[in-house]
Every structure is written in structure tokens, then in C-alpha cells.
């Protein structure tokens, strides 16, 4: 928090249950899970 506000970076949250407001890290999450965890 204290790096963030030195640096002017702003913090959003998501809301609980709502993963889709971070698209991002739902695609890298679901690349992931294709193309490493379920190699075994």
C-alpha cells in the first residue's frame, strides 16, 4: 500500500464471487491450467 501510494498507483479491488472484472488473470489462469497442469 505504502509502495503504491509513493508511486501513484491506484488500487482497485474486485468484488467477491466476480472473477470476471480481472479478465486477465482468469486468460492466464485458464492458459495455465491447459497448458501445464493438465499435461500429466
Excluded: H, T
Excluded at 474486485?14 to 485458464?30: C, L, R, T, Y
Amino acid at each position: 500500500m505504502k509502495w503504491a501510494a509513493d508511486n501513484n498507483v491506484g488500487i482497485r479491488f474486485i468484488d467477491k464471487g466476480k472473477p470476471m472484472q480481472n479478465a486477465f488473470v482468469e486468460s492466464f489462469n485458464g492458459k495455465f491450467r491447459d497448458e501445464c497442469l493438465n499435461e500429466e
